[in-house]
């Protein structure tokens, strides 16, 4: 997925758009025009290049709805901005699903917990592969980290 922005956004971000803050080697693109940068964006893991007229077409519509104060394809909430001043950029962006508080049931010592609430032997979980937790990082990877360390240190001790 590419991120599209102007220099607008560059400008209210005090961002500098050159390395070491981007890596150019197929991951960050400039150009004075849409169609410029649509054919300028490529990297290894996309499938199709990008057509010039659609991502004119897209920046556009995008744009459209920037007037209207509504972005009635996505639902996209404001702050809004357009897309208008040069030069134009795209950055590529991974999407990712973080802390859906799903994962495996443990207890106090990390062990894990099954369908009938009862411990599986042996068995610890920490970080993102144990779930319930309101909080998001380092401090559950650290702290339940070593909390499911110790117990199974001492559980293999006796």
């Known amino acids: 997925m590419w991120a599209i922005f102007d220099s607008d956004a560059v400008a209210r971000e005090k961002w500098d758009p050159k390395p070491p803050n ?8 400039s150009a004075d025009t849409i169609g410029e940068l649509a054919g300028k964006i490529k990297n ?9 007229s659609v991502l ?7 744009n459209g709805y920037v007037d209207a104060g509504k972005d009635s394809q996505f ?13 134009f950029y795209a950055a590529w962006s991974t999407p990712i699903l973080h802390d859906t508080l799903t ?21 610890y979980a920490c970080g993102e592969s144990a779930g319930g937790f309101a909080l998001h990082g380092l401090p559950r990877v650290t702290v339940f980290g070593r909390v499911a360390g110790r117990e199974a240190a001492s559980a293999n001790a006796s």
């Not at 290894?44 to 010039?52: F, K, N, T």
């Not at 495996?104 to 369908?115: A, P």
């Open 75 to 87: 639902g996209k909430p404001g702050p809004m901005y357009k897309i208008q001043r040069p030069p």
């Open 56 to 62: 004119e077409q897209t920046v556009n519509k995008y």
């Open 103 to 123: 994962g495996l049931k443990i207890n106090t010592k990390c062990q894990i917990i099954d369908r009938n609430n009862q411990v599986i032997p042996g068995l």
């Open 22 to 29: 981007v890596d150019l080697n197929g991951w960050f693109f």
């Open 44 to 52: 290894p893991y996309q499938r199709h290049p990008v057509s010039p």
